[in-house]
Nanobody, 115 residues
Framework: QVQLVESGGGSVQSGGSLKLSCVAS????????VAWFRQAPGRQREFVAS??????TTYAEPVKGRFAISRDVRNTMYLQMNSLRPEDTAVYYC??????????WGQGTQVTVSS
C-alpha cells in the first residue's frame, strides 16, 4: 500500500505560478513511474505530466513549456506550474505506477486560475 499526499494548490491570477508537491509513503525511486493528472469540473481526468524511474519526462501538449515535473532523492514529486491560464483550473492528482497492475492516487489539490 502506498499513500500519496498532495499540497501546494491555491488560487492565482492568470500568468502566475504554483508548485505542487506530492509526498509518498515510501521511496518513489521504487515506482515504475510517477505522474500528475487533473480534472476540471464536468470533464474527465486528463494526463498532465509523467516521469519514469529513469527520469524521462512526458508532457501533455497544453502544458508543454509551462509545467515541469521533478522529484527529490527520497519520496517527493513536484509539479512546477508557470504562466498559468484559466483553463488550467482543476483538481490536480498525483499518481504512482508501482507495476503495470498496481497504481495509487492522491486525494487531489485544487488549483484555481482567475483571469
Amino acid at each position: 500500500q502506498v499513500q500519496l499526499v498532495e499540497s501546494g494548490g491555491g488560487s492565482v491570477q492568470s500568468g502566475g505560478s504554483l508548485k505542487l508537491s506530492c509526498v509518498a509513503s515510501r521511496s518513489i525511486f521504487s515506482f515504475k513511474s510517477v505522474a500528475w493528472f487533473r480534472q476540471a469540473p464536468g470533464r474527465q481526468r486528463e494526463f498532465v505530466a509523467s516521469m519514469s524511474a529513469g527520469g524521462s519526462t512526458t508532457y501533455a501538449e497544453p502544458v508543454k513549456g509551462r509545467f515541469a515535473i521533478s522529484r527529490d532523492v527520497r519520496n517527493t514529486m513536484y509539479l512546477q506550474m508557470n504562466s498559468l491560464r484559466p483553463e488550467d483550473t482543476a483538481v490536480y492528482y498525483c499518481h504512482a505506477l508501482i507495476t503495470d497492475a498496481v497504481k495509487y492516487w492522491g486525494q487531489g489539490t485544487q488549483v484555481t486560475v482567475s483571469s
